[in-house]
T-cell receptor, first 110, second 114 residues
């Protein structure tokens, strides 16, 4: 089953913050985050493997709440380069299959 | 530029044609993937190869035939495709097929079926 992402779309001014959420009705064993710009390949951002884990990537960080079966991606002091579609992906519990959420479209304007 | 190279970037073919998509990586990765992505949708897994052997086939129609000639190359052979097969086809690779490792995607082949 596909994880659920919210919101579906976000519009920001440069310097503003955003949070993208990813939740699953199935157990989350790990959460992957990718960003895809229009016409380009999805680019890996980070993987969270353990409940309670938090990771940072420049001004982008994420948390993973295993019990709540959800993960959040935090974008702080957004830059124009952050624009794109963000996908979370959950693994299928040992089947080596990554299932992506529908994506969150983020647009950052000057 | 990505480290996973896909050719061609664009392909237009008729429903009776036979064509192949190619993917190459030189990162020493032992797992390679084919995904299909429709506009404004997430990538959907089609096939997974691990150590050059097919490990996952997501019930993909037989008109799509994958091949992994060696650890660096992945092909997708196309035959008698339907208009609904028009999509972006993405190749990806990872060190191993376990899901604790990132996948590196190519820029994709944009396929149009006439």
């Amino acid at each position: 089953q596909q994880p659920v992402q919210s919101p579906q779309a976000v519009i920001l001014r440069e310097g503003e913050d955003a949070v993208i959420n990813c939740s699953s009705s199935k157990a989350l064993y790990s959460v992957h985050w990718y960003r895809q710009k229009h016409g380009e390949a999805p680019v890996f951002l980070m993987i969270l493997l353990k409940g309670g884990e938090q990771k940072g990537h420049e001004k982008i960080s994420a948390s993973f709440n295993e019990k709540k079966q959800q993960s959040s991606l935090y974008l702080t002091a957004s830059q124009l380069s952050y624009s794109g579609t963000y996908f979370c992906g959950r693994d299928s519990g040992g089947y080596n299959k990554l299932i992506f959420g529908a994506g969150t479209r983020l647009a950052v304007h000057p | 530029d990505t480290e996973v190279t896909q050719t061609p970037k664009h392909l237009v073919m008729g429903m009776t044609n036979k064509k192949s998509l190619k993917c190459e990586q030189h990162m020493g990765h032992r797992a390679m993937y084919w995904y299909k992505q429709k506009a404004k949708k997430p990538p959907e897994l089609m096939f997974v190869y691990s150590y050059e052997k097919l490990s996952i086939n997501e019930s993909v129609p037989s008109r799509f035939s994958p091949e992994c000639p060696n650890s660096s190359l992945l092909n997708l052979h196309l035959h008698a495709l339907q208009p609904e097969d028009s999509a972006l086809y993405l190749c990806a690779s990872s060190q191993e097929s376990q899901l604790n490792q990132p996948q590196h995607f190519g820029d994709g082949t944009r396929l149009s079926i006439l």
